[in-house]
């Protein structure tokens, strides 16, 4: 039997955290999708793969059929908005068709759920397969980690513990092959289940938090909060969150001497995901994926969270050059080289990046 995975378009490192946990329910990986290209794959063999499709889709709706080479397991799916409504000619009567003859889907999240449903395609809230991550044995640490946070929230964390405060960004350079931005991927799972606890609005934080028993906290923050379109719908109950206002007005609002331990209404989503994928693939494997060497401990990220983002945006549609590249940083953001030094230098002592293809 031939088994694949699927090989995502880089965005944040929460698409590999995803397909890392798709891994453990794969007794070997014979084959990469590439999710942008899945209507063109074809297997070395040409044998059928199976694969399990979870995860974002995608940035080229009209590619979204998959080719007759996959068989699918269609389960923590997430559609965007810009998909659902049809104007890119996503959900044509051939699409349609698939969805129901491989369904019911298994989605991410309830309003993608709510969707199908309405467009007469079976369809259920089977939540994200990062609940299904499994933890290694190193004990916790001492560091608090927030992940993605305004400056005013990691200050004022600062001001409520003398524990170790680290920072860190999901937004990652592209230049990265994938293969690094796997292990990369495996290092910040590491840094979530060793953290005392961990402070973010991401999703693909919060989840794998909950699988890997971290203490969570989801900060509702406004124009960093990036909840588009409902991706956080069906989860409102399962992590202890505050609004960012709250939070900062009230001391009380978490305890970072003694979190609180999260809900445990995730462990049905998950239990039923270990599940189907286990069926569907024949495999379960119980060794966690996160390594336990002692890497270096992951320091204060400093590049401001706008200027990040702003960046992000900008390299998504262009490919300037090096020097074009860092004028971006110099100029515009008032950044140089330094200011990204700290986790950066720690990232690349395990993965240093290609010498001529780096944004650093």
């Given amino acids: 039997m031939t088994f694949g995975c699927l090989k995502t378009t880089p965005l944040n490192i929460g698409e590999e955290i995803q397909e890392i946990a798709a891994m453990r329910f794969l007794p070997q990986i014979d084959e990469w999708v590439h999710r942008e290209h899945i209507n063109k794959f074809v297997s070395k063999d040409k044998k059928t793969v199976k694969l399990i499709m979870n995860a974002w889709w995608m940035w080229h ?12 397991l269609l389960i923590s799916m997430y559609f965007r908005k810009e998909i659902r409504n049809g104007k890119k000619n996503f959900l044509t009567p051939k699409a349609k068709r698939y969805l129901i003859e491989y369904g019911p889907i298994g989605c991410r999240d309830t309003d993608t759920a709510s969707f199908f449903n309405s467009q007469n395609i079976p369809a259920y809230f089977s939540g994200c397969l ?76 919060l989840l794998p938090c909950l699988a890997l028993e971290t203490p969570v906290l989801r900060i509702i923050s406004g124009k960093y909060e990036r909840n588009i379109e409902g991706r956080f719908s069906g989860y409102e109950t399962f992590v202890h969150s505050a609004k960012i206002d709250d939070f900062l007005n009230n001391k009380e609002i978490y305890d970072f001497e003694n979190p609180p331990s999260n809900p445990d209404k995730y462990l049905k989503l998950r239990n039923e995901l270990i599940k189907r994928c286990s069926e569907f693939t024949g495999c379960d494997r119980q060794e966690s994926l996160i390594p336990e060497e002692k890497y270096p401990e992951l320091k204060m990220f400093s590049l401001s ?56």
Wanted: hydrophobic fraction near 35%; charged fraction near 30%; aromatic fraction near 10%.
């Fill in 61 to 72: 709706p009209e590619r979204f059929l998959p080719s007759s080479y996959i068989n699918p």
């Fill in 130 to 205: 990062t609940l299904t991550l499994q933890k290694n044995n190193m004990p916790k640490k001492d560091y608090i980690l927030c992940v993605d946070m305004p400056d005013e929230v990691v200050e004022e964390i600062k001001k409520r513990t003398n524990r170790e405060v680290y920072e860190i960004p999901v937004d990652l350079s592209e230049y990265y092959t994938f293969e690094q931005r796997l292990e990369i991927a495996k290092l910040y799972l590491q840094a979530y289940q060793n953290a005392h606890c961990v402070i973010s609005s991401r999703l693909h934080v």
């Fill in 305 to 360: 969270k706008s200027s990040s983002l702003q960046l992000r945006r900008i390299l998504m549609f262009v490919k300037p050059s090096r020097m074009l590249r860092m004028f971006f940083y110099k100029k515009i953001f008032k950044k140089d080289r330094h200011d990204l030094n700290d986790v950066i230098e720690n990232i690349k002592q395990v993965l240093p990046p290609p010498e001529d293809n780096t944004l650093f």
